[in-house]
């Protein structure tokens, strides 16, 4: 690094090239208080406006003095803040890639990383998330209206930005039987009743749709969107330790916190006892075409007393529907099982996963039972409700249930601001840099991992 007079910028860059190493920013730090312009390469501004927009996002610590001994009132730093975060799903690297933007040091510690590790776990719900961006089967503080219009603003800037697997679909959310007079559209984005809709409407053959909405809503592709977190969490700084972590651990870290998103695992690692799993049952059927298809629903038979849903993803199209309530004990499921139930791929499911959608989706896609590929896993629903708080130096960020994806930045935030402030931007200038790194590098995800 050369010195440099005042017309000329100090160019610091860390060891990921970017500028967000602990050692990049130190460095800041004292140029900037030694008089020297200081430029980052993702922030393109003055000594200055980066100490305002990244470095006073740190809690406040030492001063770091210029050589005439006055503290430069706009460098006031101190040495990162560290974080461990226990968990490989959403919650995990939303959370380390935010709180690296943000400088904070941050590692990721879990067994298992989504997307990352070939075979897909049970314990892991992120792999199975069908995501799209409307929060169910999770108890919040928050009034259902005001969370769901929250989860949509939280994913604006991430479908907006281009090169992020976030898209805008068509979605119908459909009965065959009347919901009565105290039926409400939900406040979703472009939201009607079906009954001012003008267009043609997803049904069963010799079946009349009675109720129900057409709304606009965001689809992530997570195939795509989880290996480009982790990706955007390494290149920022961030590490990843694949090791299963005990509960004897939990007071043994060295960091200033530990980040719980351990989602299920949080029932042993804290003897949280709310915690529940909720099975839930994934077909994949193949789907060769240039495009997703640009709808999805939920659709709920009238002899039938859950409903059944199809998501498109880029390369197959997913139904699901299952909700089986239980606990993993031994990493053996106890709880319920399907009523109804067909064995396909050699796993029972709910025989409505296969036959409505079937039969929904008969002038789209035409399947044989062979096409089917099946798998499970377990949503981490806690019966206490979503939990974002902290407790000593751990911070919680657990209990999604079916809205982990929904819910993820929002959490994300929720958590970090107990380590420092959050710029009310940053989730603007996080999908900023997640598109610059999908469109213009390559990574390989195992270059992240190692273990312990």
């Known amino acids: 690094m050369a010195a440099a007079d005042d017309e000329d910028p100090v160019v610091v860059r860390g060891s990921h090239g970017t500028g967000r190493s602990t050692a990049a920013l130190r460095a800041c730090c004292t140029l900037a208080a030694r008089g ?8 393109e501004s003055s000594s200055a406006e980066f100490v305002e927009r990244s470095l006073a996002t740190i809690a406040e610590g ?10 430069n009132p706009t460098v006031n730093a101190r040495m990162t803040t560290e974080c461990t975060i226990i968990g490989g799903g959403i919650q995990g690297v939303s959370t380390g890639l935010l709180l690296e933007h943000v400088g904070v040091d941050t590692q990721l510690v879990s067994e298992d990383f989504a997307y990352l590790n070939g075979e897909d776990v049970p314990t892991v719900a992120s792999n199975y998330a069908s995501a799209s961006i409307y929060p169910v089967a999770v108890e919040t503080d928050i009034a259902d209206d005001e969370l ?25 959310y459909l009965y065959e039987q009347s919901q009565g ?16 809709y003008r267009k043609p409407i997803p049904s069963r053959s010799g079946e009349t749709v009675s109720d ?27 590490t990843m330790t694949r090791r299963s972590v005990s509960q004897a651990e939990i007071g ?23 915690m529940r799993a909720i099975k839930g049952h994934i077909l994949e059927v193949p789907h060769d075409s240039d495009r997703p298809l640009e709808f999805s629903y939920t659709y709920t038979p009238r002899e039938y007393s859950h409903y059944a849903y199809m998501y498109p ?74 939990r974002v708080e902290k407790s000593g130096d751990i911070i919680h960020n657990y209990g999604h249930g079916g809205a982990g994806v929904s819910l993820s930045w ?13 710029p009310r931007q940053v989730l603007g200038q996080i999908a900023s840099r997640l598109g610059q790194l999908n469109r213009t590098q390559g990574w390989s995800h195992a270059d992240a991992l190692s273990s312990s």
């Open 181 to 196: 007079e105290d039926f409400t559209v939900p406040p979703r984005m472009d939201a009607q009743h079906i009954s001012s």
């Open 212 to 238: 129900g909405y057409v709304c606009s809503e965001y689809m992530v592709e997570m195939p795509e969107y989880m290996p480009l977190l982790f990706e955007a969490y390494t290149q920022a700084g961030g």
């Open 36 to 43: 020297h312009s200081v430029r980052l390469p993702y922030v």
């Open 148 to 172: 769901i219009r929250q989860c949509e603003e939280s994913f604006l800037p991430f479908y907006e930005t281009a090169g992020i697997p976030v898209r805008k679909q068509t979605h119908y």
């Open 252 to 274: 043994g870290f060295s960091t200033d916190y530990l980040i719980n998103c351990s989602g299920y695992g949080s029932r042993t690692l804290f003897d949280d006892s709310s």
């Open 313 to 386: 993803r880029k390369e197959t199209i997913v139904f699901d529907g299952s909700y089986l309530a239980g606990d993993i004990v031994d990493g053996d499921w106890e709880g319920e099982s399907p009523t109804n139930p067909v064995t396909v791929d050699g796993v029972e499911i709910p025989e409505r996963l296969l036959t409505v959608n079937r039969d929904v989706m008969r002038n789209h896609l035409q399947f044989s039972d062979d096409d089917v590929a099946v798998k499970y896993g377990y949503r981490p629903y806690r019966e206490d409700g979503l």
């Open 410 to 422: 929002l959490s994300a935030k929720w958590a970090s601001e107990y380590v420092t402030e959050i």
């Open 62 to 71: 030492e001063h770091i003095r210029p050589r005439n001994g006055q503290v």
